[in-house]
């Protein structure tokens, strides 16, 4: 590791991180990322990319490479347990909008890896495994920080610190910026098994939301098997939760007992919705779950991360090589965090409340949006470009400080 200042730290090896240290690698500008653990992580997590994230990472040229490793999944489909079938949207549809006109169904840690190939071998990219931030302080010119490495206590010195190090960042704590927001009292089980859903629900979509008072689901296809997400009643123990008993009753919800419902994985997660109250601080910027945490229903944290970093890195790009004031740095927080809580924010919440709904008022104003919408192109149209999350990347660049 070298002692000398850096243009510009980031912090967190995630997939977040990694395409902002591409798309600064890309303008020409060095970057350290220090990253925690040993390796790039293969935790089974998001799954999703939607059209807009696709467009950018085309433009990186990373999409050919994760769209081979991934599942195309061309539509999204509504139904609920009481009404059967709401609705079926066809990502062709925004095509005049995208160059991907469809969600790719691919493992976060598939595209960490794919970033890390290509820069490599780059001399202006640079990668410490197992070093972890543990502190830092800002100067009127630049970020000292404190990371430990090996048992020992090592500093780096940076002109910009990205903090793209997670939902339990320190670039954040340190700094004591706070995540406002709130926890679910549930929990999600998540259960991937080889079921093959389109032989058991015929033209049943790729990405399914069904909606129930008592156990919604969401169904979420991948190579070679199927997610399955379940609420799990707030009063269980986790241990319960992910009994070998309790895993098959929520399986067979979805799978009849005549049919074999191995299981593969299981994960069960706490869910949060937080923000937090800025996402620069001086120096220090804060970017994906770092910056922003939501429940997976609609598949926008690790989207909305990577929006994040790509927002960031054309200012802060621009800035370093002095083709920008540092002013433009303040348009980061005021687009991306005004986006956060109103679309991603509140879109996850609302697809949550929809698939939950108990009340029969509420349940008919999903069904009849749902339905209205399959049933009128232009509504249609509407829905595809919130859920694809361009509606938020087109409000984001409307947003000036100046
Ligand atoms: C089950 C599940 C399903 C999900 N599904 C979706 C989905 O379909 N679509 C979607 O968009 N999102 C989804 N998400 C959310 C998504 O996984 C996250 O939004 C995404 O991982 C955020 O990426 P990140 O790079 O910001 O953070 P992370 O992926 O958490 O990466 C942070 C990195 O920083 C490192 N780090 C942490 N602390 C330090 C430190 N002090 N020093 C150095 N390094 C550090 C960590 O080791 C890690 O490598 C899902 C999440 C879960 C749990």
Request: net charge negative.
């Amino acid at each position: 590791m070298s002692s000398a200042k850096h243009p510009v730290i980031v912090a967190g090896a995630g997939p977040v991180g990694m395409v902002a240290a591409a798309s600064l690698v890309r303008q020409g500008i060095p970057v350290l990322v220090l990253e925690k653990s040993g390796d790039l992580s293969r935790e089974s997590r998001a799954s999703t990319f939607h059209p807009p994230t696709l467009d950018m990472l085309d433009d990186l040229g990373f999409a050919q490479a994760l769209i081979a490793q991934g599942l195309k999944a061309p539509t999204v489909q509504y139904s609920s347990t009481a009404d059967g079938l709401l609705g079926t949207f066809d990502f062709s549809a925004i095509s005049d909008l995208t160059r991907h006109p469809f969600r790719l169904q691919a493992e976060q840690f598939k595209l960490t890896r794919i970033v890390l190939e290509a820069l490599r071998d780059n001399p202006l990219f640079a990668i410490e495994f197992e070093c972890e931030v543990t502190g830092i302080a800002q100067t009127a010119d630049g970020v000292k920080m404190t990371a430990t490495q090996a048992g020992l206590e090592v500093v780096f010195e940076c002109d910009w610190l990205i903090g793209a190090d997670g939902a339990n960042s320190i670039v954040r704590r340190a700094q004591d910026i706070p995540f406002e927001g709130f926890t679910w009292p549930e929990r999600f089980l998540v259960m991937t098994t080889p079921v093959d859903f389109t032989a058991l629900r015929p033209g049943v979509s790729s990405v399914s939301y069904v909606a129930d008072p008592e156990r919604w689901h969401f169904l979420l296809r991948i190579i070679g098997a199927w997610r399955v997400m379940m609420p799990v009643p707030n009063d269980m123990s986790d241990e319960t939760a992910l009994s070998p008993a309790y895993v098959e009753e929520s399986i067979r919800r979805v799978v009849p007992p005549q049919i074999d419902a191995a299981i593969q994985h299981t994960t069960l997660y706490r869910v949060h919705q937080r923000v937090a109250t800025s996402f620069q601080k001086g120096r220090t910027f804060l970017v994906g779950d770092a910056a922003h945490i939501n429940n997976p229903l609609g598949g926008m944290g690790m989207n909305g991360g990577i929006h994040d970093a790509l927002n960031l890195t054309g200012k802060l790009g621009p800035v370093i090589n002095g083709s920008a004031d540092a002013s433009l740095l303040a348009d980061y927080d005021l687009q991306r965090r005004t986006v956060t809580m109103q679309a991603i924010q509140g879109d996850t919440i609302r697809n949550k409340r929809n698939l939950e709904a108990k009340d029969e008022a509420d349940r008919a104003r999903f069904r009849d949006e749902i339905r209205a919408a399959a049933a009128d192109g232009e509504k249609g149209r509407q829905l595809l470009r919130r859920i694809a999350m361009l509606d938020s990347l087109a409000r984001a660049a409307s947003l000036h400080a100046a």
